[in-house]
């Protein structure tokens, strides 16, 4: 019995260090995260990373919304585009709400 327990630890002492030699590296570069930055080319400059950061205005909201098929559904209510640009008066700044709230 003792053989067969020896010869089980063999096989996972065999296993245990394959994937620990596949997933990992004994000579790793030291520049490796800069290897990787390399790869990307462009970065937003801070005028551009604020603009795309900002709440939408209430003029760009209404303007998807118009921009829409009238009888598109605009989310999981089932409302087409329609039923909001008919209203728009009366739910326009609930729905500006909602959006800045998300």
Known sequence: ?????????EIKNV??????ALFSTSNP????SEMIL???CMSLSNQKGRYLEADFTSVEIRKA???MG?????GKDGFPAAFYQKI???VGKMLR???WRY
């Open 29 to 32: 570069p030291m520049d490796a």
């Open 1 to 9: 019995m003792a053989a067969g327990k020896k010869k089980g630890e």
């Open 88 to 90: 728009w008066v009366t």
């Open 97 to 99: 709400m909602c959006v």
């Open 15 to 20: 296993i245990s260090n394959y994937f620990k």
């Open 70 to 74: 009238h009888l598109k559904a605009p």
């Open 38 to 40: 390399k790869g990307i």
């Open 65 to 67: 919304i118009f921009g």
